[in-house]
């Protein structure tokens, strides 16, 4: 589903009455080359201002300027209701209204989370690495509520088909969890092809979380909808958020 205004995907769960979510796509933005035309990523090469161009476009939708992160990678979490600017995390949550939790991707995995009550919010940005050191955990840690009560989306990233990866990235999973070898099919060349959206699904089970949502959206394989760094190299970024209603509406 798309909105009229901008080409933004509205994640398919059913949160509480009044947790609003969306996830930009590649299109209806200013940027040209690689970072046509929404990239919403200010540390990829593209014009500063048309980035800032993209952001505002996004930020017409939006009850504020979004809590955008300095992502690397990792697992660290922040109240985005506190953040500073371009905090140096790779998620966070809120319990104020109006406080929008932002990550960006282009094959990474984006996992959004409310409470079963519309209390709390939070983004993920879960790349492999931040997938493997405990990005969801430690985002569900933080969030306060129970796992049970927890509901999770996962949004688009690189699909198995086509992300190839080496001994080093399996065995960072499967030494945690021997179960995590049914999510990795021999590739060419001596390679693994993982599976990312299976990968978080265990861990978030594993965590207690039951209703999840989303997952199978490839970024590699849609040139025309998504940004993907392994396709292109170089890319622009795009976005996945959610919020609570300022106003409560459901």
Excluded at 5 to 32: E, F, H, M, N, Y
Excluded at 138 to 157: D, K, Y
Excluded at 192 to 217: H, N, P, V, Y
Aim: proline share 7%.
């Amino acid at each position: 589903m798309t909105t009229p205004a901008l080409p933004v995907l509205i994640p398919d769960w059913t949160p509480p009455p009044g947790v609003r979510s969306l996830v930009t796509t590649r299109q209806g933005g200013c940027s040209v080359g690689p970072y046509a035309s929404l990239n919403l990523g200010i540390a990829v090469g593209d014009a500063p201002e048309r980035v800032a161009d993209n952001r505002a476009r996004l930020q017409a939708l939006l009850p504020a300027a979004p809590s955008w992160l300095r992502q690397v990678h990792g697992a660290r979490v922040v109240n985005a209701a506190l953040a500073g600017l371009l905090e140096e995390a790779d998620a966070s949550f809120t319990t104020a209204r109006g406080v929008v939790c932002i990550v960006q991707m282009a094959d990474c995995l984006p996992v959004l989370f409310s409470g079963a009550d519309g209390s709390v919010v939070a983004a993920a940005h879960a790349g492999w690495r931040g997938l493997a050191a405990g990005v969801l955990e430690r985002t569900i840690e933080a969030m306060g509520a129970p796992p049970s009560s927890v509901l999770a989306w996962l949004g688009p990233a690189i699909g198995p088909r086509h992300f190839e990866v080496g001994d080093d990235v399996r065995e960072a999973f499967t030494a945690a969890n021997p179960m995590a070898t049914r999510h990795f099919e021999p590739g060419a060349r001596g390679k693994w092809k993982a599976d990312l959206f299976a990968l978080a699904r265990q861990r978030l089970a594993a965590a207690g979380i039951t209703r999840i949502s989303g997952g199978g959206e490839c970024t590699f394989s849609d040139d025309r909808r998504f940004f993907s760094h392994r396709r292109d190299g170089v890319s622009g970024r795009m976005a996945a958020m959610v919020w609570i209603d300022p106003a409560g509406r459901a």
